[in-house]
């Protein structure tokens, strides 16, 4: 009995000797220009403009697919990465371009909604993450199915 208490205090001891993280953190590796005294526009940033970020499809039939794509610039003077884009539903998927967009430059992410198995008003969100700031923006579309 006491070999197995004496076993279980060591054990613990080398539990907490190997779980003492570091409060060293190194700065150089986080960028971000937001503050509380506000945003700095000196810093180097894609910033991602859409046309809109509403698309309404209207009156649609049942077990029709329908897409519309959603023209974006990147007004920063950065270029802008496309990290991932994610549906709110299995029922919507959306295509991207996988490439750096340079400041200026324009792009289309593609939503695509399947109706099947659906009735009445839709409403789907695709929120598109990127190197921009802010790095969430979030695309919607909706649909009434007949």
Avoid: W
């Avoid at 049942?62 to 496309?82: C, P």
Wanted: with cysteine; aromatic share 8%; net charge neutral.
């Amino acid at each position: 009995m006491r070999t197995r208490r004496i076993m279980v205090c060591l054990f613990m001891g080398l539990v907490l000797v190997g779980c003492k993280q570091s409060t060293s953190i190194d700065t150089s590796i986080i960028h971000n220009p937001n503050s509380a005294s506000g945003y700095d526009q000196s810093e180097k940033m894609p910033v991602i403009s859409f046309d809109k970020e509403l698309h309404d499809f209207g009156r649609i039939d049942a077990d029709e697919n329908i897409a519309y794509s959603f023209k974006f610039t990147n007004t920063g003077n950065a270029d802008l990465v496309i990290s991932q884009c994610d549906a709110t539903c299995s029922c919507t998927v959306s295509e991207y371009p996988h490439e750096r967009i340079a400041p200026g430059q324009s792009g289309y992410i593609t939503v695509s909604f399947n109706s099947s198995g659906k009735r009445g008003q839709q409403y789907q969100e695709v929120t598109v993450i990127t190197n921009a700031q802010p790095s969430r923006t979030t695309l919607k579309i909706r649909a009434i199915v007949n």
